[in-house]
């Protein structure tokens, strides 16, 4: 009951006239797909996605948003920008963000909110670093972190919300998450959304792993009961990568 979803975060790569190409080339040869499908490019890249991807089962969307409406807040890109460019998803929370930008919980919150204002289903990325996992709290840190990135966050649909659990240790490093450890997060993640937002919310709501995804390691950590598709970085950029994962979703 709940679609897979696989989304590629290009992070800061490509080119808006090389996202052209890629894109075209993806809708040529995308397979029948039971899963849903996104690429989430940097933000001059959106206009090209709109563009090749419209009419298509590819939903795209950004990898951020500004936390406020409008206004004079140069070089900040709003949630109505990107409603307007057709995004359906948004990343919020990325551990680079937090990490290189300072992003706190509470930032994190009133991003998500801005972009369910305008319809737009926020990716929340949460999960724990290294030295938090080998001091044995990589649960009450990550929950802590999904409590407070959605203090305020007023109930969404079950459709409206996704979170990624991206251990930060297992990003870009070829170290993935064992399927048997994103399965005990991923299960910790939904008992917690059940008491935030009830058990037929947790029920529905998609949780993906990000992480050094890879088309060898992906169709064991999809096994898992809860794990509901991948955030995936490196290997969303190269097209033969990214369908094969799509083939095993
Ligand atoms: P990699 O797949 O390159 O490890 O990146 C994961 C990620 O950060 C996706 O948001």
């Not at 080339?25 to 206009?47: G, N, Q, T, Y």
């Not at 963000?97 to 949460?126: F, M, N």
């Not at 959605?150 to 996704?162: A, F, H, Q, S, Y």
């Amino acid at each position: 009951m709940r679609r897979v979803l696989v989304a590629g975060n290009w992070k800061m790569h490509k080119v808006p006239s090389e996202a052209r190409i890629w894109l075209a080339e993806l809708k040529r040869l995308l397979p029948p797909l039971e899963s849903e499908v996104a690429v989430l490019p940097a933000f001059p890249m959106l206009p090209v996605a709109r563009e090749v991807l419209s009419g298509t089962q590819v939903a795209y969307g950004a990898q951020d948003v500004s936390p406020h409406r409008e206004g004079a807040y140069t070089g900040e890109v709003s949630a109505r920008m990107l409603a307007d460019l057709g995004c359906r998803y948004t990343i919020v929370g990325h551990s680079e963000r937090r990490r290189y930008h300072h992003e706190t919980d509470a930032l994190v919150a009133e991003k998500a909110k801005r972009l369910l204002e305008e319809g737009i289903t926020p990716i929340l990325c949460v999960g724990e670093p290294l030295e938090v996992r080998e001091r044995g709290e990589a649960v009450p840190y990550t929950l802590r972190q999904l409590f407070e990135s959605l203090e305020g966050v007023e109930p969404p649909g079950p459709e409206r919300l996704v979170i990624a659990y991206e251990p930060v240790w297992a990003i870009g490093t070829g170290q993935n998450a064992t399927p048997e450890d994103a399965e005990s997060m991923h299960r910790a993640i939904r008992q917690a959304l059940a008491e935030l937002y009830g058990e037929g919310f947790a029920r529905r709501v998609r949780i993906l792993y990000g992480g050094s995804v890879n088309p060898k390691n992906f169709a064991d950590l999809l096994s898992m009961p809860n794990v509901d598709g991948g955030l995936v970085g490196g290997a969303s950029l190269e097209l033969e990568s990214f369908l094969s994962l799509l083939r095993i979703a």
